[in-house]
């Protein structure tokens, strides 16, 4: 069985004060919640202050971003390490933001990925086609290209660590979900493709979030597809009653 991981991710937004109050609202609100896996993924800045306030909670913590290296002089970057012991447990890598304005290819992204593995953490891998690409029918080939570079060289063994994340770019931040039956294609042919590549009994174990627009009254349709094993949510997620509803989706 997959457990469902909803992931909050906070991008540029919160002070240290606001992500901690936010933490502490969510923390109460979530608290029952047993069946979920719920990670929020604050700024850097934030990392260790949220750490604290996650203390004794069912609420872990995520980085947005890593650079490969554990250290040297790389000016501006944050190791995976230095993310541990800020006491993150996850690290979003390949974000389709972090593709579009910082340069992130399926390269770095394989790097950062198993950079991220080896020092402990949980890789949440973002795949996903901007909407040019689905206009001209590429999702496919993009996601298997997104795919085949990210995760190239994974062991078996690696993947207890990784998450994949499908969003599609024209759904992030814009409103437009992808339908449940766009969401879910992919998500099978994802599952398939790891499948062909890397085993079944991968393919089986690991968990392919959805994002883009996801939201309190879209989340129970499309958690009840039976690839789709969570959620990574942008703006729903920077309030702590929506995330909260969110991760309760059962009701
Ligand atoms: C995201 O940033 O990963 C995302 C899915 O954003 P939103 O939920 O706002 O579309």
């Known amino acids: 069985m997959r457990k469902p991981l909803i992931a909050g991710n906070w991008k540029l937004f919160k002070t240290i004060g606001e992500a901690v109050d936010m933490l502490n609202e969510l923390k109460s609100l979530v608290s029952n919640n047993k069946e979920v896996e719920i990670v929020v993924a604050p700024v850097f800045t934030a990392l260790s202050s949220v750490s604290a306030a996650t203390a004794g909670s069912n609420i872990r ?32 890598i390949g974000h389709s933001e972090r593709r579009q304005y910082f340069g992130e290819t399926d390269l770095t992204v394989n790097k950062k990925t198993k950079a991220a593995i080896a020092a402990g953490l949980n890789a949440i891998v973002c795949v996903g086609e901007s909407l040019a690409e689905r206009e001209s029918e590429q999702t496919f080939s993009v996601i298997e290209t997104q795919i085949h570079g990210g995760l190239a060289g994974l062991s078996e063994k690696m993947f207890a660590q990784v998450i994949v994340a499908y969003e599609p770019v024209w759904a992030i931040g814009t409103g437009k979900t992808a339908s449940e039956d766009q969401a879910q294609e992919v998500h099978i042919f994802i599952r398939q493709l790891l499948a062909r590549l890397f085993g079944k009994s991968v393919a089986d174990a690991v968990r392919i979030l959805y994002g883009g627009s996801v939201k309190p009254e879209n989340v129970k349709g499309l958690m009840g597809q039976p690839d789709i094993d969570g959620a990574l949510v942008g703006g729903a997620s920077l309030k702590a009653d929506s995330f909260a509803a969110i991760t309760n989706f059962k009701g």
């Open 61 to 92: 913590l995520s980085a947005q971003d890593c650079y490969w290296e554990e250290e040297g002089a790389f000016t501006g970057e944050v190791s995976p390490k230095l993310l541990k012991d800020a006491g993150c447990s996850h690290v979003i």
